[in-house]
T-cell receptor, first 117, second 112 residues
């Protein structure tokens, strides 16, 4: 069964600094997607970044970038120039084909990030 | 930009009562999902729905749960007889292609 592990329950970073959140996963599939979602106190799930497993190039979205190591099954999120608005829970998610091609998500347990002024 | 909507935002119900959580997915999306997040825990898959039928369900999704797309726009999750442990945030999501799912803002269900 696929699993997603986020080993850092909580992290903090000073405003304008860089922080990296880690995520590892386990799968026997070759084609899949990985995501980072942000969940602020409102609890809305907001997509931060997406990575297709078949792409070797790491995805970037403005201040957010990933380090995708397929062989190591690692998918970390780097936030540069951290802002107070980045304070949130961050979930790593793996999208699997599922039993019937459902492409369901499997989430990690989350990392609570606090950006300090 | 189109978005997934969910109503109500917060539902309080007594144990044993039936609740219906409503979602309006993005209009041209074909695949629909319900997820659950118990407070302080991770988001868990409940069920997926495609072509008017359940395509996959988790072990959480027992006989107390059902889903329906009654009118081509709404997507509902019904819990027949709520238990205290059903208290959670319930997220609806939809997608069109094999890319990301778009999540609604969630419904917080409190069972007393």
């Amino acid at each position: 069964a696929q699993t997603v592990t986020q080993s850092q329950p909580e992290m903090s970073v000073q405003e304008a600094e860089t922080v990296t959140l880690s995520c590892t996963y386990d799968t026997s599939e070759n084609n899949y997607y990985l995501f980072w979602y942000k969940q602020p106190p409102s609890r809305q799930m907001i997509l931060v970044i997406r990575q297709e497993a078949y792409k070797q190039q790491n995805a970037t979205e403005n201040r957010f970038s990933v380090n995708f190591q397929k062989a190591a099954k690692s998918f970390s999120l780097k936030i540069s120039d951290s802002q107070l608005g980045d304070t949130a829970m961050y979930f790593c998610a793996f999208m699997t084909l599922g039993n019937s091609g459902t492409y369901k998500y499997i989430f990690g347990t989350g990392t609570r990030l606090k950006v300090l002024a | 930009e189109p978005e997934v909507t969910q109503t109500p935002s917060h539902q309080v119900t007594q144990m044993g009562q039936e609740v219906i959580l409503r979602c309006v997915p993005i209009s041209n999306h074909l695949y629909f999902y319900w997820y659950r997040q118990i407070l302080g825990q991770k988001v868990e898959f409940l069920v997926s729905f495609y072509n008017n039928e359940i395509s996959e369900k988790s072990e959480i999704f027992d006989d107390q749960f059902s889903v329906e797309r009654p009118d081509g726009s709404n997507f509902t999750l019904k819990i027949r007889s709520t238990k205290l442990e059903d208290s959670a945030m319930y997220f609806c999501a939809s997608r069109l292609q094999v890319k990301e799912q778009y999540f609604g803002p969630g419904t917080r269900l409190t069972v007393t």
